[in-house]
């Protein structure tokens, strides 16, 4: 099969989507190559909660400098960039209300964007039906009425590149080769962190041990191709993600929630030696990639006590306690931290030393805390010593959500060289790019606000540059 099109977009979730829609309703001839099979095709949009943020901040509160929020928490992202995605949130949930999307206030102001229906209070897998799933399947419908093409179970293969410049793609679908000419290519493909070869390379050296806490359907194909072209990544280690029982590799009721972030930063991380291994005053975020780059990542337990259990057990809107135990997770429960350590095959002794060292480390204060041999900051749940009984240990996993490096950018979307030039007739947005999210902190931003400002940036420059 061959056709022709203004715009050709590689993948079908929040960025892919909204950058077609956004591109036909420009006037451009737009179609969409997704791989998945159905209208209902897994990917990280449709699993997610639905909730547009950015780092955890109300996109449209009165005063609100997004931009300066991301040049703080990323101090080296490119201004313009921050500027982009600063300038475009408000505007992004503006264009969603305007093409039918509903949204409610489940909780604090930073989920006062959340598409609705929300996903239910409760463990395990819980996305048909709800706000993503519904906006996913009402834009598909929207790019129907506006004369766009959704190509199902068509996987693209290479990009086609004339004179310095993509001019398309080529594709295989259930019919055999499909060639797609265009003036230009949007990769929207999410990221790698379902190509555990890529995975291996950056991210973990086990990374079968490591969970897929999303559709676990992106294998960085798009990323893949346009590096084959000369296209510059950001750095490809940090990746979005929580902290998970480890039993979610066996037990879809335990994930992609309820994560265990909250009690993770209230606890200890120790690994099978008893020692802890990260400050875990770190945000959960950073926790889980801390995780996935031990030797072995299945190799953490989490220590805490009934006071962490009963605080920030119950912190979070989906809260492991009591949804942990109700999925059938292990947790490890006894009197004293010599017996919870038989119980979870660690060293009884050696726990019993970390704990009591971080004990009088909390009780001394933030001075003693950071002259530990791994220092201890405060963070959002304090750092206070473990000693209400019972005491618990739980297994962890790191449950990978999408990888946060990608494709270099510029703020309409352009995806980069090396040296800083555009390629001509090729943009990208959502998860598969990078240099927004990540850094040595792993910073999280809010994926699906950085799909949509961007996916309707490519849009709009590529009807601007017929």
Same mark, same amino acid.
């Given at each position: ?14 960025? !892919? ?18 791989? @998945? ?18 780092? +955890? ?5 009165? !005063? ?20 982009? %995605? ?20 489940? @909780?604090p102001a930073w989920q006062n964007w959340t598409l609705a229906p929300p996903r239910a209070i409760t463990a395990g897998i819980d996305y048909l039906g709800r706000g993503p799933d519904i906006l996913l399947r009402d834009l598909g419908q929207r790019l129907a009425q506006l004369g766009g093409t959704l190509l199902l179970e068509t996987r693209v ?12 793609v080529e594709a295989e679908g259930p019919e055999g080769k499909v060639t797609i000419t265009a003036k230009a290519t949007a990769i929207c493909d999410g990221g790698f962190q379902a190509d555990l070869d890529t995975v291996r390379q950056h991210i973990s050296a086990m990374p079968e041990r490591l969970k897929q806490r999303g559709a676990g359907t ?52 120790? @690994? ?13 975020? +950073? ?35 009591? %949804? ?16 919870? =350590? ?24 933030? =001075? ?12 959002? +749940? ?13 297994? %962890? ?28 007739? %090729?943009? =990208?947005?959502? =998860?598969?790019? !990078? ?8 910073? +999280?931003? !809010? ?20």
């Amino acid at each position: 099969m061959e056709r022709s099109v203004d715009l050709v977009v590689v993948g079908g979730g929040m960025a !892919g989507l909204v950058a077609a829609v956004h591109g036909a309703e420009l006037g451009l001839k737009v179609a969409v190559l997704e791989k @998945g099979a159905t209208d209902r095709y897994p990917c990280n949009t449709r699993m997610s909660g639905g909730i547009i943020h950015i780092a +955890y901040n109300d996109v449209k509160a009165p !005063g609100i400098d997004i931009a300066g929020i991301v040049k703080a928490r990323r101090p080296d992202v490119d201004p313009a960039l921050a500027d982009a %995605l600063g300038d475009g949130c408000s505007p992004f949930i503006d264009w969603l209300r305007a093409h039918g999307a509903r949204f409610v206030r489940p @909780g604090p102001a930073w989920q006062n964007w959340t598409l609705a229906p929300p996903r239910a209070i409760t463990a395990g897998i819980d996305y048909l039906g709800r706000g993503p799933d519904i906006l996913l399947r009402d834009l598909g419908q929207r790019l129907a009425q506006l004369g766009g093409t959704l190509l199902l179970e068509t996987r693209v293969t290479r990009l086609r590149v004339a004179d310095g410049r993509v001019i398309g793609v080529e594709a295989e679908g259930p019919e055999g080769k499909v060639t797609i000419t265009a003036k230009a290519t949007a990769i929207c493909d999410g990221g790698f962190q379902a190509d555990l070869d890529t995975v291996r390379q950056h991210i973990s050296a086990m990374p079968e041990r490591l969970k897929q806490r999303g559709a676990g359907t992106a294998m960085g194909d798009g990323m893949r191709m346009a590096v084959e072209i000369g296209a510059a990544v950001s750095e490809l280690s940090p990746f979005y993600g929580h902290l998970l029982s480890r039993d979610a590799l066996t037990n879809d009721k335990l994930w992609p929630y309820p994560e265990v972030d909250a009690i993770g930063q209230a606890g200890i991380l120790v @690994g099978p030696d008893g020692r802890r291994f990260v400050d875990e005053g770190n945000a959960g975020v +950073y926790l889980a990639n801390a995780v996935a780059r031990r030797p072995d990542p299945l190799s953490t337990t989490l220590i805490f006590d009934h006071a962490v259990w009963e605080t920030a057990g119950r912190a979070a809107r989906i809260p492991p306690n009591p %949804l942990l135990a109700k999925a059938g997770a292990t947790i490890h429960r006894a009197d004293t931290v010599a017996a919870v =350590a038989a119980l979870a095959g660690l060293p009884a002794e050696t726990l019993s030393e970390t704990v009591a060292a971080y004990n009088a480390a909390a009780d001394a204060g933030t =001075a003693a805390q950071a002259a530990l041999d791994t220092r201890r900051t405060v963070g959002a +749940y304090g750092a206070a010593a473990l000693k209400t009984g019972p005491f618990y240990a739980m297994p %962890l996993c790191a449950g990978v959500t999408y990888t946060m490096g990608g494709l270099r950018i510029d703020a309409d979307a352009r995806v980069l060289k090396a040296d800083g030039a555009a390629i001509p007739g %090729l943009y =990208a947005a959502g =998860a598969s790019t !990078g240099g927004i999210e990540g850094g040595d902190r792993s910073v +999280y931003m !809010g994926g699906l606000a950085k799909a949509g400002v961007f996916g309707l940036r490519a849009a709009e420059h590529v009807a601007q540059a017929r």
